[in-house]
């Protein structure tokens, strides 16, 4: 199932809230805030937006326009939860109207945030555009429109009864997508000169030589093992093997080990530090290829074993690596290119934007110092991907216009991490 992210929060979750002194831009009476030079983000443009996110709290296939929560009384949300409500336990008292104004309330505040953030947003990033001479042409518009509409709705009837539902217009939704295209093309300009072939030889190999064992494949054996709880076991089980008996046979009737005793006690790419608990991994590559070893004690009981493999380590070279490594540093530089002018853009744009005083969120100007150690992004709503109470199930076309910057997906990537072993007791194979 397909979610529809509507409003995403205002920046990444890692970076803190900037709150800053209004510097004096005026908000018109009929407006929710102003960012300047950009102009006044109205009521009515408020008003709409706000009646679209309020129809994701709409069950699917629910009829009817959703119970949006009005204040100051919130009598028609208060009315409607109480509606659907299901009859309270025997013994239980159902919520009173002013509990359930309260969670009007709550739904109030936290869609108000996010529909105020995402009016800022879409102005910011049209003023960054406009500074930076970033431009989408009609024709872009329109190509991306019809893919994702296509990709989105199977019938031209699924489409229209979303619009319906949603009360989204079509030019909504390529506004949609006209904010995401100059997303993309701002996050290019940003990080231009960091792809993966701008990164020099020199820059390759200083990266291979200061990481050089990230690049080694270390040396891995193929078993055939039989755990058991007592010693006289793996006894037995290795003179059954010495005897001419199979592995599938032996495995299946002494090994308590589930992972490996149905597969005839085969385990593959064991190494050093693989998984292997200490003595287990002490005699296995202490041991020649084809010899069969055991009983070895383990806190898991005792062993028997045979290696049938030994696949020696390998060091990839800095020529094998260098795209590996183009990759990983364009991502790198990419990420550090993209934090240092989110920064900078947050705060040049936060000192541009006023909010009228019950429409305050942390992209304001005149918000409220956000006192230290909150997780709050900026918008004032915690993480929060789409609206509260569900969200509709098509993606409409144009997603959601995320503020700038936002990390590229794929290309470089992020910077690869070398695989932790695991902690604690190590656990026997396939335990």
Request: net charge negative; hydrophobic share 35%.
């Amino acid at each position: 199932m397909i979610r529809i992210r509507l409003f995403l929060p205002a920046l990444a979750v890692a970076l803190a809230a900037i709150a800053l002194a209004a510097c004096g831009n005026a908000v018109p009476g009929n407006s929710v805030a102003a960012v300047k030079d950009e102009g006044p983000i109205t009521r009515a443009e408020f008003d709409r937006w706000f009646q679209i996110a309020a129809a994701s709290l709409q069950p699917p296939g629910e009829e009817g326009a959703p119970a949006v929560p009005r204040p100051p009384d919130f009598a028609e949300c208060v009315q409607a939860r109480r509606e659907v409500m299901p009859e309270p336990a025997e013994g239980q008292e159902p919520p009173s109207d002013d509990e359930l104004r309260q969670t009007c309330q709550q739904e109030y505040d936290a869609l108000r945030d996010e529909v105020l953030q995402f009016l800022i947003t879409a102005s910011w990033i049209e003023g960054e555009a406009q500074e930076q001479e970033v431009e989408v042409s009609a024709e872009e518009v329109n190509a991306r429109f019809a893919e994702e509409r296509e990709a989105s709705f199977e019938a031209e009837e699924e489409y229209r009864a979303f619009l319906e539902q949603y009360g989204y217009s079509e030019d909504d939704l390529r506004t949609r997508v006209r904010l995401s295209l100059l997303q993309q093309k701002l996050i290019e300009t940003v990080t231009e000169g960091t792809n993966p072939e701008q990164i020099s030889d020199d820059d390759v190999r200083q990266y291979y030589q200061e990481n050089e064992q990230q690049f080694a494949t270390p040396e891995a054996r193929d078993l055939r093992l039989v755990l058991t709880e007592e010693e006289g076991q793996a006894q037995e089980a290795k003179e059954a093997l010495e005897s001419g008996g199979s592995w599938t046979d032996v495995a299946e009737e002494f090994s308590i080990d589930e992972q490996t005793a149905a597969e005839g006690g085969v385990l593959t790419g064991a190494t050093r530090q693989g998984g292997l608990e200490p003595a287990l991994a002490e005699a296995v590559f202490s041991t020649e290829e084809g010899e069969l070893t055991g009983p070895v004690e383990s806190q898991f009981g005792f062993y028997v074993f045979q290696v049938q493999r030994i696949v020696p380590a390998e060091q990839q070279t800095v020529e094998d690596a260098a795209e590996q490594i183009r990759q990983l540093l364009s991502g790198q530089r990419q990420q550090e290119a993209l934090e240092e002018f989110v920064e900078e853009y947050t705060e040049r744009w936060t000192e541009r934007t006023d909010c009228r005083a019950e429409f305050i969120v942390q992209t304001c100007s005149n918000a409220p110092e956000e006192p230290e150690g909150g997780d709050v992004p900026p918008g004032g709503v915690p993480n929060q991907q789409a609206p509260p109470g569900g969200a509709p199930q098509q993606v409409p076309p144009g997603g959601a216009p995320q503020q700038v910057p936002v990390p590229p997906q794929g290309g470089g990537g992020a910077p690869q991490q070398v695989p932790v072993p695991p902690q604690g007791v190590d656990p026997p194979p396939g335990g």
